[in-house]
């Protein structure tokens, strides 16, 4: 059974995300997905964020049809533990050429080019802007 894991903090599902998600699955035969906790996504987007919190967001990503599983962590070494598990890690066309937790480690790393304009931030501007 091949074992891909998807991370990020997923926390106003779009289009993108779930594009992401069904390219993910359709790289294996099981699909994690790793989110970050409220904790970590403060640190890394800001007292504003999350806007849902970690509950809410495994509940939401477990009702997709492509995941299997959803984690919750909390630090680069609990991502990099999970990392091992698996058998390929997909991440964003975005981030190549960028640092990446657990790349070291990591038996394989597939890129997803990302849809232009689908990003939570700019979905956020967008309710914000209406």
Known sequence: ?????VNGT?????????ELLQFARNQGDYLTVAIDSDRRV??????????????ERGILLMYLKPVDQVVVFDTDT???????QHDAMIK????????IVGED?????????VINGYSTT????DIINR
């Open 92 to 99: 964003g066309s975005d981030y190549r050429g960028k640092s």
């Open 1 to 5: 059974m091949r074992r891909i894991i």
């Open 10 to 18: 997923f926390d106003i599902l779009h289009r993108g995300h779930l």
């Open 105 to 113: 480690v990591c038996k394989e790393l597939i890129f997803f080019e």
């Open 78 to 84: 609990e991502l990099v533990e999970l990392i091992q």
């Open 42 to 55: 403060k640190e890394l987007k800001g007292n504003s964020r999350p806007i849902n919190d970690m509950n």
């Open 122 to 125: 700019n979905k956020i501007q």
